[in-house]
């Protein structure tokens, strides 16, 4: 078993990911979507959180070992960035949406130098809005992004284009592909809905409408 293969399986096992290609669930920006994702989840299960933060550092070891600090993406980002950081032995930080409104009116918690080569946790990569603010407020500080680890990844072909752009660098420890093809070979869901929920991935934006 692969490990994307074996991330997948553990993801479906505590129902961090759901899968409704009838029923189809509704985001926040209004996209209709056949899956919702939510590696919180994983949080309340201590074993399949050791594995997965086991998989991030083995991830970052191999990819990014140039990294002298790691950066979590709030909220989501921020457990798992700081049980990286641990295992690592490697600074942490976090970044905000927006400036904190009161107090001393940080986005970046934490210490942090100007040159740290940082690499951005994130648990989940949809759009890459979101991931690509983050890195934008970091460069603003005058840090240097090594790149991006997340959990899952959607791998949408807009998202992939704008990392690009933005070079930064992307890795992910399992993906929606991945995840649709255990989901067949375990039953979850027929070859039917496979090409269905594959047909999502493509123009996520206007699917089911």
């Known amino acids: 078993m692969t490990n994307e293969k074996a991330v997948a399986e553990k993801l479906l096992q505590v129902e961090a990911v759901k899968l409704s290609p009838n029923n189809p669930f509704t985001w926040a920006s209004g996209w209709k979507s056949p899956i919702y994702c939510d590696n919180r989840k994983v949080l309340s299960f201590p074993y399949v959180r050791d594995f997965i933060k086991s998989e991030l550092c083995n991830v970052i ?29 490697l600074p942490f930080m976090y970044v905000r949406p927006k400036p904190k409104e009161h107090g001393l009116g940080n986005q970046i918690e934490g210490a942090y130098t100007k040159g740290q080569k940082v690499l951005v946790i994130e648990d989940l990569i949809s759009t890459g809005k979101s991931s690509l603010q983050v890195v934008d407020v970091l460069k603003a500080a005058d840090v240097h992004i090594v790149g991006m680890v997340s959990i899952f990844t959607y791998g949408f072909d807009h ?38 929920l594959m047909d999502w991935s493509l123009a996520p934006s206007v699917w089911g409408r």
Do not use: C
């Not at 990294?67 to 990286?84: C, E, S």
């Open 61 to 89: 070891f191999e990819h990014f070992p140039e990294a002298d600090a790691l950066a979590g993406v709030a909220t989501a980002g921020i457990p798992w960035g700081a049980m990286a950081a641990d295992q690592l032995k």
């Open 159 to 196: 998202a992939v284009k704008a990392f690009q752009d933005a070079g930064v660098q992307t890795r992910s420890l399992t993906n929606y592909a991945t995840m649709i093809d255990l989901a067949v070979e375990k039953g979850i869901v027929s070859q039917e809905d496979k090409a269905l």
